[in-house]
């Protein structure tokens, strides 16, 4: 038996996509569990959320910009 | 209102669901201070006032009784489906104290029963009420437009100066006192020491109704009372007094204790009290003030600075006050908001969470986008605060629609504040490589027992558990594992 320290992500698939993705440049998942659920590194959390955010803001446009 | 508790109709539709935001204050204090306080008849009636529907019912039952009545006489009265309300009602009464504890018998506190008597029948002399000052032959006293104006300006100043803190303009400041106030009731935070920043739930604040925000204020103040040695007692019955003052008329400061004399001042900067100088032997309540325990909107309206419609009051106060009171807000399908007002703080209130496109003398016009609203989200608004405000101020006009705001619209927001939690987190340990299926059982029954499994796979064989419950499944599993 094995307990292991971590974040407990709960999204859904796209998003678990785009983490999969990111997780290919710099490493911070420890499990992949499901569809919908990721074990991540406790001190990566922060840079995983930034990151993710801009990430989607990609893929909105904006009617302001002007 | 989206929360009414209560499916039976005991409340009149006016009513606050809620009960009032003084009443859990109250509740914590000591019986003796309670009982003190219930030797003033002003006080007495305003706590009255507070109560829901069904207390103050269950008050007037027992008030003009002389001996205690049994409880199961009084229980008899109670349908089965009020049951619940009937005993929740109790509760709340016997916390505050106006109930005597007792299990076999109903009766009043005797101080509060006196106070309320004598506050409905008048008589006695305890000036409880206010004094009202001596006729100055020299001077008018300030009339009701001057109140209004004073409590308008002092109250707009205060949330002025939050709304504008986030947009780094200088306006005008309130006063030490206030400043101290708001930084207390951490609606607003300093920022590097020197400048004073609204926080999340100052935000949350400035889309209240006045009266809350009153309240939310007084509440402080009251805590705050507490630590600088104040007698609680002299500061809630003074509030009560105000509370039941008489609007436009002048009251004495001689009867006043230090104290209260102190209190006047700070609820000066606030506007509740008017005084001609600050050395004056005479007050006069506002608008804020006398409305403190009741429902009448705590900011002057159209009907009483003129009874008249808008076009009759002249004054800039006079018809931001109207369009206040009526609404005049327009919204449409496309997402422009069409604002008929202006009144720079409900101009800057709303650029909370628009982008303005226009702004013309009565009118300003502007858009709910994606960004101004991610920016009201960030800032710890919630799409339900932006929808409820956008509904309280709907122009007259907006109410023939049914529903009030566009639907798309109102969903489009609530998809914004969705979009912005796409990602949920939780931290905790991931426990796996169980020796065997039974091992496995055994620990996650236990730490479903804790309700501490966030996530859970009987075919991999591991959970995921909750920060909290990590020492807990991890003494369960090494007494295991020691035991066997």
Known sequence: MRAIKGILLTCDSAVKQI???????????????????????????YRVRRELEAELEKNTYSLEAN | MPSVQSPQAVDPPASHSNPHALLPFLRSQSQNTLT????????????????????????MNLLWLESAIPVNTMAVWVVPEGKKLYDDALAVMTGLHILQNSTVKLALNPTFKSSLRQAITGGGSTGSFGVP??????????????????ALERWETILHYMVSSGQGQLPTKPSQGVLYLLQRSELMKANHGATLQITSSGFQFLLHSPHDQLWDLL???????????????????????????????????????????VLLEDLRDYGLVWQRKASSKRFSPTRL?????????????????????VGATTSAIGVAASTAQQGFIVLETNYRVYAYTDNPLQTAVLNLFITMKYRFPNLVVGMLTRESVRKALANGISAEQIISYLSTHAHPQMRKNNPLLPVTVQDQIRLWELERNRLKSAEGYLYRDFASQADYMYVLEYAKQLDVVLWENGAKRCFFGSLEGHANVRGFIERRTGGG
């Open chain 2, 133 to 150: 000052a001596e006729k100055d032959d020299k001077r008018q006293p300030g009339g009701i437009e001057v109140l209004d104006a004073y």
């Open chain 1, 19 to 45: 983490l999969l993705t990111m997780n290919e440049k710099a490493p911070f998942v420890i499990e992949d569990l499901d569809e919908f659920h990721l074990v991540i590194k406790a001190d990566e959390e």
């Open chain 2, 289 to 309: 003030a006398t409305t403190l325990t009741s429902l009448s909107p705590s900011l002057p309206t159209s009907s009483s600075t003129g009874g008249s419609r």
């Open chain 2, 219 to 261: 509440l402080q103040y009251l805590h705050m009372a507490e630590e600088r040695q104040m007698d609680l007692v002299e500061v809630l019955s003074f509030l009560f007094m105000l509370s039941t003052m008489e609007l436009g008329r002048e009251y004495s400061t001689d009867p006043l204790s230090e104290t209260q004399k």
């Open chain 2, 36 to 59: 003190r306080l219930y030797q003033r008849p002003s006080s007495c009636l305003s706590i009255y006032r507070l109560l829901g529907p069904l207390e103050r019912q269950l008050v």
